[in-house]
């Protein structure tokens, strides 16, 4: 098997990220494939540079409200087949999920949604969750499968700053940690903590009070691994020098034989 490395990011508007060196930052990581969360785009509204960035070949999982959510991949591997969405309207029509799959392994880039304020959206929220969750049981179990993207919820106490004064708050809430404990209990595994179980890692930080500077941040962004696959995992890590969005990157090196 060959070593490859899966990178997954929310970059927050990837027009924004374009004109913060968004191309020659990606190429600076070799990456093998590269999943972004909320590209706030249609295709058609994206320059060449972005649409054909050298040794990759991209596509792109657009929700119909333009500027909102939407998700794409970047690949340098062929892939078997990209699979669009859940297959739900309601879901499919926000551009949440984009799956590319591979000869041994499926990645699934997802933007999952934010409850918002007092979590008025966890019942979407969650019907989301468990949608994802049928629809790897039924369609894309017959491989590895590496989930990753904007989870938007920090699962445990370690993975936030102040984890107290935010408990029941959207990305806190028992609700979205319950939904969490449900699907690390299907059979996933959190490929950072396999490596890593200190306190003060973070993957998104508010742009209000310095929070990035002083590391008031949350862990939200996962790649998840199911766990009949875990030794196909040779690192995982949090790319927090990675600026230009309120998001860092998150990475995974995996073994394959795709190449």
């Not at 989301?128 to 969750?133: S, V």
Request: hydrophobic share 35%.
């Amino acid at each position: 098997m060959k070593e490859i490395k899966l990178v997954s990011w929310n970059v927050n508007g990837i027009r924004a990220v374009e004109k913060k060196g968004f191309v020659e930052e990606m190429l600076s990581w070799d990456a093998d494939v590269i999943g972004l969360q909320e590209t706030k785009a249609h295709e058609e509204q994206l320059s060449d540079e972005l649409l054909n960035i050298a040794g990759y070949k991209s596509y792109w999982h657009s929700g119909v409200k333009k500027g909102y959510s939407s998700v794409a991949l970047y690949s340098r591997l062929e892939p078997v087949k990209v699979h669009m969405g859940l297959g739900v309207e309601e879901f499919d029509n926000e551009g949440r999920v984009i799956t590319g799959e591979f000869e041994d392994f499926y990645i699934i880039n997802c933007y999952f949604p934010n409850a918002q304020e007092n979590i008025k959206r966890i019942d979407y929220r969650l019907a989301f969750g468990d949608a994802l969750i049928e629809k790897i049981k039924n369609d894309f179990s017959d491989k590895a499968v590496f989930v990753c993207g904007d989870y938007n919820v920090a699962h445990q106490p370690i993975d936030l700053a102040r984890p107290k004064p935010n408990v029941g708050k959207p990305g806190y809430s028992i609700e979205e940690r319950t939904w969490m404990d449900k699907f690390i209990g299907t059979g996933f595994l959190d490929t950072f903590r396999m490596f890593n179980q200190e306190p003060d890692n973070y993957t998104w930080w508010s742009y209000r009070g310095g929070a990035c500077q002083r590391n008031v941040g949350w862990r939200i962004d996962y790649f998840c691994v199911d766990s009949k696959s875990k030794d196909r995992v040779v690192s995982a890590g949090i790319m927090n020098e990675v600026m230009g969005s309120d998001h860092c990157p998150v990475s995974v090196n995996i073994k394959t034989e795709s190449l």
